[in-house]
């Protein structure tokens, strides 16, 4: 809505569908990878076909998939992560940005093998959360090498 996704955000959270995918393993994801407590904005662009966003949480290799739910796997990866810094929704809608940045520093952004570009919002919960200024980080994240 108003090319913002926060609607569905707010279903997921109010449908407790995050809860429904972590009860698929018994391991702590906080502890079991750095930032593994995040909720995941996952996008895919491809010139020709539609965009893609996609809601969820990154979970461990072979976890099973709760019905209705849908999955993606990604191969080992390199990530490039910017810290967009700023109030509410000024931190959104950033991603072009940061992969501008990313390539200024002699990264190059790399596709997947059917040529399309993953990229994610990761909100970690310590960093996501509004500080005294009402500042929030959110993580932008895009598959380099």
Same mark, same amino acid.
């Given at each position: 809505?108003d090319?913002?996704?926060?609607?569905?955000?707010d279903d !997921?959270?109010?449908? %407790?569908?995050f809860d429904?995918i972590k /009860?698929?393993t018994?391991k702590?994801? +906080?502890t079991?990878? =750095?930032d593994?407590d995040?909720t995941?904005?996952?996008?895919?662009?491809?010139?020709?076909e539609?965009?893609?966003?996609w809601?969820g949480?990154?979970?461990?290799?072979?976890?099973?998939?709760?019905?209705?739910?849908?999955?993606?796997?990604?191969?080992?990866?390199?990530?490039?992560v910017? !810290?967009?810094?700023? %109030?509410?929704t000024d931190?959104?809608? /950033?991603e072009?940005?940061?992969?501008? +940045?990313?390539?200024e =520093?002699?990264?190059?952004?790399?596709?997947d093998?059917?040529?399309?570009?993953?990229f994610?919002?990761?909100?970690?919960p310590?960093?996501?959360?509004?500080?005294?200024?009402?500042?929030?980080?959110?993580?932008?994240?895009h598959?380099?090498?």
């Amino acid at each position: 809505m108003d090319g913002m996704f926060g609607k569905y955000w707010d279903d !997921w959270f109010q449908n %407790k569908w995050f809860d429904e995918i972590k /009860k698929q393993t018994d391991k702590n994801l +906080k502890t079991m990878y =750095k930032d593994g407590d995040s909720t995941i904005g996952l996008m895919r662009r491809k010139e020709g076909e539609d965009f893609e966003y996609w809601i969820g949480i990154f979970m461990p290799e072979n976890t099973d998939v709760p019905k209705d739910y849908e999955y993606h796997d990604f191969p080992k990866s390199i990530l490039g992560v910017c !810290w967009v810094y700023g %109030k509410g929704t000024d931190v959104f809608m /950033k991603e072009h940005e940061c992969a501008k +940045k990313l390539e200024e =520093k002699g990264y190059k952004i790399v596709s997947d093998n059917e040529g399309a570009y993953w990229f994610f919002e990761r909100y970690v919960p310590d960093r996501f959360m509004a500080n005294k200024n009402g500042r929030i980080i959110l993580d932008i994240c895009h598959y380099i090498k």
